[in-house]
């Protein structure tokens, strides 16, 4: 009997070692993430923004859509030739990164280097000192007058193609420059609803949600019916943001809250804290008055148009991640804003599925030999960026 007992032990464990070995097989030969990623790059024609060795950095940064580029003067300038000095202590004021590059007792220029993965139109700004500065950026001339301390000021826009970037600046005798900012709308990242793990296996799921923000999707997610829709009264904001007044007049049509912030004379921007309880896809509501309201997370944001009396704008879907989220809004002098709404989207591997139209399962694994007709399939479906 013992001996049937180790007989049967032995026979369960090879076939256990059988399985496991077959499921180690076919994770080995799945196509991972990262080449999922980098087929998708070069399919989609965004790879002029890739230096010349990419790291898989390279190309989740290029899917993940940023367009905010800060640069510290003192790390990007031309060491070799640029007649500059790095100075780190506030000889014009307050400094950002480790210093700032300081003038001559001449007029010089400056040289600058950077890597922009992702092309567009750019607003650029700069933190300089000194007058009659004059930029060169992306084939276009600049002039500049930022007086005696260091000041950020918006130089102008440009369109700045994808990869290096080379510009210059001629500075006065004794200038000062300490950042360059490049800002464009951001697009929606386009990768899994947990982000790209670069060795992990593609998986049907993964793909699905992949595709539906590729394509643009999820905003026909069904609404989780179950979730309690939070509302953020902008009252609620303390101290009242700069810009801003408290008022609980009622002449601009009926609001939610019995009070709302009002702005002044002038645009103005407060930032609304949004609290999640987990990963997953919402959808923001707004009750504004004024002509426009810019609103977004981070530096993806869009502009809708409004009226003289408050009323809803639907600003979109967004993944947001587990905890607090800074929800920015802006708006026209004398708009308002009352109150925030978030809904929340159903986002199951299930619903993905459905929303994509896969018939795959959400744990199968992505072949080699289906990459090629997938990656066809989205490169027709795709119709622009967003």
Do not use: C
Not at 218 to 238: H, M, N
């Amino acid at each position: 009997m013992q001996r049937v007992l180790f007989f049967l032990l032995a026979v369960s464990i090879l076939a256990a070692s059988g399985h496991a070995s077959a499921a180690e097989k076919a994770a080995e030969t799945a196509v991972t993430q990262i080449v999922f990623a980098q087929k998708l790059v070069d399919a989609l024609g965004w790879g002029e923004g890739l230096p010349d060795k990419p790291a898989d950095k390279d190309y989740i940064a290029i899917l993940g859509g940023n367009r905010n580029f800060k640069f510290e003067a003192e790390e990007v300038f031309d060491r070799q030739s640029d007649k500059v000095v790095v100075r780190d202590y506030p000889l014009f004021g307050a400094f950002s990164g480790k210093g700032w590059i300081h003038g001559p007792t001449s007029q010089t220029a400056v040289h600058f280097r950077v890597f922009v993965p992702i092309s567009g139109k750019y607003t650029i700004r700069v933190s300089a000192q000194g007058d009659s500065q004059l930029w060169s950026v992306a084939g276009k001339a600049f002039s500049l007058n930022s007086g005696s301390k260091l000041k950020e000021s918006v130089l102008g826009e440009a369109f700045i193609p994808g990869g290096i970037l080379d510009f210059n600046a001629v500075i006065p005798p004794g200038g000062a420059i300490d950042y360059i900012i490049l800002t464009a709308p951001s697009y929606a990242p386009v990768e899994p609803l947990a982000g790209w793990n670069p060795s992990a296996p593609l998986t049907g799921g993964a793909l699905d949600e992949i595709t539906a923000s590729l394509l643009a999707l999820e905003p026909l997610l069904p609404e989780d019916k179950g979730y309690v829709k939070k509302t953020v009264q902008a009252d609620s904001i303390s101290p009242t943001p700069a810009g801003f007044y408290l008022t609980d007049k009622q002449i601009m049509g009926k609001t939610v809250a019995p009070k709302w912030l009002r702005a002044g004379y002038a645009p103005a921007t407060l930032l609304i804290p949004i609290q999640t309880e987990s990963l997953s896809v919402y959808g923001i509501r707004v009750h504004f008055r004024g002509p426009e309201l810019t609103a977004g997370f981070a530096s993806r944001t869009a502009t809708f148009k409004g009226g003289s009396s408050f009323d809803w704008v639907d600003i979109g879907t967004f993944r947001l991640p587990k905890g607090a989220n800074s929800l920015q809004l802006s708006v026209s002098p004398t708009g308002g804003v009352d109150v925030i709404e978030v809904s929340r989207k159903l986002a199951s591997s299930a619903d993905y599925a459905s929303l994509t139209k896969s018939a795959r399962s959400s744990d199968s694994l992505i072949k080699p030999e289906e990459l090629d007709s997938i990656i066809k399939s989205l490169q027709d479906k795709f119709k622009e960026r967003r």
